[in-house]
Nanobody
Framework: QEQLVESGGGSVQAGDSLRLSCAAS????????SGWFRQSPGKEREFVAS????????YYADSVKGRFTVSRDNAKNTVYLQMNGLKPEDTAVYYC???????????????????WGQGTQVTVSS
């Protein structure tokens, strides 16, 4: 069964760091561009970051630029989101997503990613 599984979420204090992981099973992530999204209660799901199939190209939402870093290890079939300097407004369920992409094009909309994980909760307290 093909699936994406996020892990690494938790409850932290403002200023702390977390690293989220997105592991793929039944699917070779090296053939896909990957994205991270998040959704807070009462809000729409929003784009956070994306990375191309090789890891050589990345793109970030303005709200996380300079604090979050997306990376990937294709040998481990895993994509990561390193989150530093966490703020209370970063509190959300974080989702990883994937789409088949041979060429790099910035994609920030939900519908542009057909494959999704189940999400992992990140809670940042002040």
């Amino acid at each position: 069964q093909e699936q994406l599984v996020e892990s690494g979420g938790g409850s932290v204090q403002a200023g702390d760091s977390l690293r989220l992981s997105c592991a793929a099973s039944g699917r070779t992530l090296s053939n896909y561009a990957s994205g991270w999204f998040r959704q807070s209660p009462g809000k729409e799901r929003e784009f956070v970051a994306s990375i191309n199939w090789s890891g050589g190209r990345t793109y970030y939402a303005d709200s996380v630029k300079g604090r979050f870093t997306v990376s990937r290890d294709n040998a481990k079939n895993t994509v990561y989101l390193q989150m530093n300097g966490l703020k209370p407004e970063d509190t959300a369920v974080y989702y990883c997503a994937a789409r088949e992409a041979q060429f790099w094009v910035v994609r920030t909309r939900e519908y542009e990613y057909p494959y999704w994980g189940q999400g992992t909760q990140v809670t940042v307290s002040s």
